[in-house]
Structures are given as structure tokens and as C-alpha cells.
């Protein structure tokens, strides 16, 4: 019997996710927290089902990355919390707040090994910021109310919850929850002051931008301070739209198939500011862009978190804070004077380096398909994709203009693009949402091309079909060339697959007949798969097996 005045817990939990400003969840159902799947009804909160836990946490991801804001995803105990473990992984690896709520077996039961039970704080305790789950249905609020504060403060990550059963139906007096606010953590005067004072000094500065945590404001204000001080601005590796590709301070992206010059550039630098980011493996070239454990005094690190600063890098100058308040303290100051010119000297090879096309084997060429989606898509489209060769094409020779509009993992995790493709367009009904996939990365998270169909998303997939897990293929012929081992696949007609998921699908053999795939596939208003055919030699714009081969003398 419930008291009068009381609610269930689930709804009371469901009530302070609106509170939070929560209006999308992304979710499997599950028996175990069917309280809170009744609490959705009458809620408000647009709730998108999807079809494997990995898709849902990949969506709330994308959510967490592209907005700042918590990602939320619910799913059931045991299996559905293993499967959605990859999309918490690539939150705590990608720095994006998520709070992955999971059904839990009835406190009565637990630590017997229950059915589908799961040590939610010894599973996932590695690879969040914080897994716990509430035994007691009173505080609730607080547990939740914590959740939201670390999954965004500091270095934004994932949190885990799990929900007993039973605790969810448990009748709780409405409380008011404490409130969420999130943390700005600005950097302080002095600290301004000497990053100006070296910025004045510095004959040959360059800016690199990554991580998580910024706004579109802030974006467009250290755009316009980069230009006024002639400095050079290089993105993160999958952090590339935190900048216009077209503005004239840009320089390119540090990351896998890097520009050479934009490297040399970096190394020669007589200041180098890391803002946001980490500089993690990839970004870093292996580590050896700035030498781990020597003195960097040309290195300005800012970053929202003290324990990154000074893990791994030496910086001459360390500033705690978050992009945002760093950009918004910044000292506007007379333009710096000293050896002017470098910004365009960057953004020229830049603009070389991406303007292509590059040849390659075959009927389809991967950078001419590229170039026609630069110049074709509005400005403000999406574009997602998981991992793989291909996301070499897109780095070098899409342009993105628009903040946050590629919504990519640093992690590198296959299978990305269908779900964070799914997410964009459900938060953004009226922009152009594409999916580039692999033909691998593809079928790992394919099926949520249902909840695109579901939920009519005209979201756009374009399959690049090489019939190899590519990538993988490549690193062989380079460690062991000429020897093939379990990377060839043998693939399914994803035109048809389009269709018998009710939506338009089409294959595309030559370049020349990509641009009427696509305009029709937009034209049918429907979720569309471009199943794009090409040849396997040609891995990424600068290295095919042909060559590999060659060089090793192998045919
Ligand atoms: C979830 C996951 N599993 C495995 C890998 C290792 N991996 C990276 S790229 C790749 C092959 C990708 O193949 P495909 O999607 O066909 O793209 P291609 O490399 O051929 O362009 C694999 C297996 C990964 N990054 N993520």
C-alpha cells in the first residue's frame, strides 16, 4: 500500500532527471527496472529504444559529447550492463559526461550469485568515474544528484548506477533533490597574466584543442582572439570540429595520417598551448610529438583536472581550468607583434594537405566521394563514424565548419557511427545527420538502423564496402606482408538490408554515381544505407598493399 502523498522510487528518480533538464533517455527495457520504464509514460522525456545496450550507451555518448550535458542511458542487470560496457568505456576514455543506469537483482538477493546479478562497483569500477549503487530508497536523490555532479566535473567521464529492483518500487516522500550545477573551473589572474606574457614573447606559437567541455561561444571566441594574435590553432586527434576547418587561423588535425608540416610545426614551436585536451597516444604521434618526462618549457597545459596536469607532460606553465572559463578570462590586449605571418603560412598547408583529390585503385576513389560531401553538405550536417581505414579519408579531405559536427570516438571503437547518427538527428530533427561506416564497423551496431526506422530519422549511412576489416589488413601487410589472416569478409548486400528494414537503399560501384545514390537517398525522406563498393588496395590516401608489397618484396 502506498502512503498517501508518497510516490515509487523509479518515478521519483524519473522526476529528477527533468529536474536535471533531462529530455532524452536512450534505453533497453528490462524486467528489472519496469518502475522506471512506467515512470517514462506522462514523463515528458523523449525516450528512444534501441536494439543492443552498446547502441544505447553509444547514443547517450554522443548526446554527452555534442551537448556537455550528461548523456543518460538505462538498461537491464547483468547482460544488458556487459553490453553497454563499451559505450562507458568510450565515455571514460573521450572524456564525455554519461551516467549509465543499470537494473539491479532485489537487495534481498544480493551477493548470492542471483540471476543476472552483477558487482556493478567491482565491474565497472576501473573504467568510470564513479559505479555504486543505493541500497537505501531515501537517498535516492543524493545518489543521483552525485552522479550527475561527477559525470560532469573536472574531467567529464561516466557514471554507473545500479538500480535494485526492488528499491525502484519502494514509496518515497517527494524530497526536493539537491540541485545540479554544473562546475566552471577558471584559471586565475596570474595565470592569465603569464600565458599572455609568454604569448607576447613567442616568435612561433601554436594552439592545440581537445577534449571535452566546450560551447559553441567558446569556440568562436578563441577563434577570433587566435586570429587577432596571428596564432597558429591544430585540433586533437577526433576533436577536429572544436575549430573551423575554413577559418584562416586553422592548421589541421594531429592524429592518425597527420600532415607532416603541421608536425614539424608543433616540434619547432616555441610555444605550444594544450587546451582541453590531453595529447594522448594517438594525438601525441606515439608519444614523441612532446617527449614524456623531459622539461616542456614551451608547453602551456590547461586542462580542468590537476591530476592530468603534470602526469604526463612537463608544461613550462600549468593552468587548471576548463576550456570555457580559460577562453572567456583570456586578455584580449594589443595584437601580438612579433614575427607575424605564421597563422597564414599554417592554414595554407593546411589547405594543401586537405584539398585533394589523391589517386587510388579502382572505380571509387575515397577522396573525390569526400570532396563532393565537403562541398554538398550544409554546413551545419553531422557526421559520425566508429573506427577503421576509411576515417582516414574523412580526416584528411572533409572540412568541418561547424562546432561539434563530427561526433567520432577518440577511442576508436567500431561500430559508433549508426548510433551516434541516430542520437544527432533525434536531438536535431532539421540537420543533415551521415553515418560513414566500414563494412566492419558497420555490422557491429548496424541493427540500430531499426530505431532509425522506428523513429522515422532520415539519418544517412554511407558503407564503405572494401571487404576487409581494412585497417587491421593493413597493419598485417606491414608487420607480416603478404600474409592474410582473419581480415577477409564476405559481406551482405547493405542496399538490400536498407530496404528490408524499410528504408531506401542503393549501391554504389563508380565515383561518378555517388552523387545521385546520395541526392535520391535524401530525396526518399527516408533512413537510407549507400553501400559504396571499392577496392581494398587503397587503405588509406597515402599507403596501399600493392606498396606495402612492393617495398617488402613480396607480390
Ligand atoms: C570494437 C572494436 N573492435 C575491434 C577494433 C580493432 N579494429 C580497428 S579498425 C578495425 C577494422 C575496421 O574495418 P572496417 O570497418 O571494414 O574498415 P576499414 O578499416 O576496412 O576501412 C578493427 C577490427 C576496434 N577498434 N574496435
Not at 52 to 72: I, K, L, N
Not at 179 to 192: D, G, M, Q, V, W
Not at 206 to 223: E, K, M, V
Not at 347 to 358: D, F, I, K, N, R
Amino acid at each position: 500500500m502506498s502512503e498517501v502523498g508518497s510516490i515509487a522510487a523509479g518515478s521519483a528518480l524519473v522526476a529528477q532527471l527533468k529536474l536535471y533538464g533531462v529530455e532524452h533517455v536512450f534505453c533497453v527495457p528490462g524486467e528489472s527496472y519496469l518502475a522506471v520504464l512506467n515512470a517514462f509514460i506522462d514523463s515528458g522525456l523523449t525516450v528512444t529504444v534501441c536494439r543492443h545496450e552498446g547502441g544505447a550507451a553509444m547514443m547517450a555518448d554522443a548526446f554527452g559529447r555534442v551537448t556537455g550535458r550528461p548523456g543518460v542511458a538505462f538498461v537491464t542487470r547483468a547482460p544488458g550492463a556487459a553490453n553497454a560496457a563499451v559505450g562507458v568505456h568510450i565515455a571514460f576514455e573521450d572524456s564525455t559526461p554519461l551516467i549509465l543506469f543499470a537494473g539491479q537483482v532485489r537487495r534481498e538477493f544480493q551477493g548470492r550469485g542471483a540471476w543476472q546479478e552483477m558487482d556493478i562497483a567491482g565491474v565497472f569500477g576501473a573504467m568510470s568515474k564513479w559505479a555504486d549503487e543505493p541500497q537505501d530508497a531515501s537517498r535516492l536523490g543524493e545518489y543521483v544528484a552525485r552522479a550527475f555532479h561527477t559525470a560532469s566535473a573536472g574531467r567529464p567521464g561516466p557514471v554507473v548506477m545500479g538500480l535494485p529492483r526492488d528499491l525502484l518500487t519502494e514509496q518515497v516522500k517527494p524530497a526536493t533533490p539537491p540541485p545540479f550545477r554544473p562546475l566552471e573551473i577558471a584559471p586565475s589572474a596570474r595565470a592569465i597574466a603569464a600565458w599572455t606574457e609568454r604569448l607576447n614573447a613567442a616568435k612561433a606559437p601554436i594552439a592545440i584543442l581537445g577534449g571535452s567541455g566546450w560551447t559553441q561561444a567558446a569556440r568562436d571566441r578563441f577563434a577570433t582572439y587566435a586570429e587577432r594574435h596571428d596564432l597558429p590553432v591544430a585540433t586533437s586527434y577526433r576533436r577536429i570540429s572544436l575549430f573551423d576547418s575554413l577559418h584562416p587561423a586553422y592548421a589541421g588535425d594531429v592524429g592518425l595520417g597527420a600532415n607532416p608540416q603541421l608536425i614539424q610545426r608543433i616540434k619547432a614551436a616555441d610555444l605550444v598551448l594544450l587546451l582541453g585536451g590531453r595529447l594522448g597516444e594517438v594525438a601525441s604521434q606515439g608519444f614523441s610529438l612532446l617527449p614524456v618526462g623531459a622539461d616542456l618549457p614551451q608547453l602551456v597545459h590547461v586542462y580542468p583536472d590537476p591530476e592530468e596536469l603534470g602526469r604526463l607532460y612537463s608544461a613550462g606553465l600549468q593552468i587548471c581550468a576548463s576550456p570555457v572559463a580559460f577562453v572567456d578570462a583570456l586578455d584580449e590586449g594589443a595584437p601580438r607583434t612579433l614575427e607575424r605571418g605564421r597563422m597564414d603560412a599554417a592554414h595554407a598547408a593546411y589547405l594543401a594537405w586537405s584539398e585533394g583529390p589523391t589517386p587510388q585503385t579502382g572505380a571509387v576513389n575515397l577522396s573525390e566521394i569526400m570532396i563532393w560531401l565537403r562541398s554538398n553538405l550544409p554546413t551545419n550536417a553531422f557526421i559520425c563514424n566508429g573506427a577503421g581505414g576509411y576515417a582516414s579519408w574523412i580526416h584528411r579531405f572533409f572540412r568541418f565548419r561547424s562546432f561539434a559536427s563530427h561526433v567520432a570516438p577518440t577511442s576508436a571503437t567500431m561500430g559508433y557511427g549508426v548510433p551516434a547518427a541516430v542520437a544527432m538527428q533525434r536531438l536535431f530533427p532539421d540537420r543533415c545527420v551521415v553515418a560513414i561506416a566500414g563494412d566492419g564497423d558497420f555490422l557491429m551496431n548496424g541493427q540500430e538502423f531499426a530505431t532509425a526506422v522506428q523513429y522515422d530519422l532520415p539519418i544517412l549511412v554511407i558503407v564503405l564496402d572494401n571487404g576487409s576489416y581494412g585497417s587491421i589488413r593493413m597493419s598485417q601487410e606491414q608487420a607480416y606482408p603478404g600474409r592474410v589472416s582473419a581480415t577477409d569478409l564476405r559481406n551482405p548486400d547493405f542496399a538490400a538490408y536498407a530496404r528490408a528494414f524499410g528504408g531506401f537503399g542503393a549501391t554504389v560501384e563508380t565515383t561518378k554515381d555517388f552523387a545521385a545514390a546520395f541526392l535520391e537517398a535524401r530525396a526518399s525522406g527516408r533512413p537510407s544505407i549507400l553501400h559504396v563498393k571499392y577496392d581494398v588496395d587503397s587503405l588509406t590516401p597515402s599507403m596501399t598493399i600493392s606498396g606495402l608489397r612492393r617495398a617488402a618484396g613480396v607480390d
